[in-house]
């Protein structure tokens, strides 16, 4: 069935799969296997030769693992993708795939903690420069850029500031320069298509909103196929020179039969072979199970978050309230441009009493879970002050948008009443 121009309530159930070609099992089968049988020497050549695609040892792919990527890539509108064992394996991959040591990369400053750590860190230690900048100007991008750039990474609805990235413009300013722009989803899916707006690549932790059930931790990169990197051959010699570990394969011509897949076929028969981090199939079925109500829990994710930014607002406890519902100016014009489905289910606030009274508020919730988390069907909280961003100066805090009465939520599934109550007691102890 041609399924890709389907709505996305349809392609999170039928995308990909229709039934096990064995058994005829409508659920998509868990094939918990290390390794599958060739039918011949000739076909075991030809899977190793890639004259063929299949299955052969489940590090590198497996059959539950390709429904999932069928899916996600449908979803986003790509062509292939490739699952991984989490969301920062995605991110390291994504980029690592097309940056050698020595190149480097440029990434927007708002981004997850866990990122920014790989990003200015472990990359580091590999060779690679990650070069930070502010997105509220998306020229940054173009001047931090130079001819050993590689790629740009940025997240669509980055918290805590909640201040929706100009996917358009940095695409554009890329796409101008020959750099392809790498969009982090995980906060947005369903909500945000970035391949639409220009995104060559959109990477998940699987783990949230994909998930949505805090079971699995996983990540997925999407290949959007629409960027020429034969065209900027220059820029990417590890797309277009001849390839050391795979006997030599130049990958923009080794893959051209199969479509535009160069980059993803890429990072899952080197980097995934040589490193490792496979997403383990039980989970890629958890994951599976999770994207088929994954347009119905993101309109009640967000229904339920916009209800609580309009009660919190003006509360006589709260300084201010963060989420795009409640943004102005330019703020509001970028989620009204990226977020078509939904503002999103993440949103902060600051109280007015500072750290103590942002602790008291969290050991005062009776509902919502305490964790270092978002995208769960539950509730979550947090007070980053004191937990993810203990580790760093108070100016260093509030460069990242944390100030020290600062509250995260994810706002989960449940009844809003029971929510808003649960925020209202622990609001009244603050
Ligand atoms: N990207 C974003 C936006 C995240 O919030 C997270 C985790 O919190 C990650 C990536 C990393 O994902 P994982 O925890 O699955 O490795």
Known sequence: MATNSKHPETLVLHAGYRSDPTTTAVAVPIYQTTSFQFRDTQHAANLFGLAELGNIYTRIMNPTNDVLEQR???????????SLGSGQAASLFAVQNICHAGDNFVASTDLYGGTWNLFANTMKSMGIEC?????????????????KTRCYYAETLPNPKLTVFPIGEVARIGR???????????????LCRPLDHGAAIVMHSTTKYIGGHGTSIGGIIVDGGNFDWEKHADRFPMLNTPDPSYHGAVWTQAVKPMGPVAY?????????????????????????????????????????????????????KIAKVIHPTVMTGEAKKRAETYLSRGMGA???????????AGRKFIDSLKMFYHVANIGDARSLAIHPASTTHSQLSAEEQAKTGVTPGYVRLSIGLEHIDDILADLDQALAAA
């Open 264 to 316: 993803i076929i890429k990072a899952r028969v080197t980097l995934l072979r040589d490193v490792g981090a496979p997403m383990s199939p039980f989970n890629a079925f958890m994951f599976i199970q999770g994207l088929e109500t994954l347009p119905l829990r993101m309109r009640v994710h967000c229904e339920n978050a916009a209800a609580v930014a309009k009660h919190l607002s003006g509360h006589a």
């Open 176 to 190: 101008e320069l020959g750099v392809p722009l790498i969009m982090d989803n995980t906060a947005a899916p369903i």
């Open 72 to 82: 996600i890539a449908a979803l986003e509108g790509g062509v292939a993708a490739l």
């Open 346 to 356: 993440l949103l902060g606030f600051e109280l007015k009493g500072g750290a103590d």
């Open 131 to 147: 070069r930070f900048v502010d997105p509220a100007d998306p020229e940054n991008f173009r001047r931090a850029t130079d001819a």
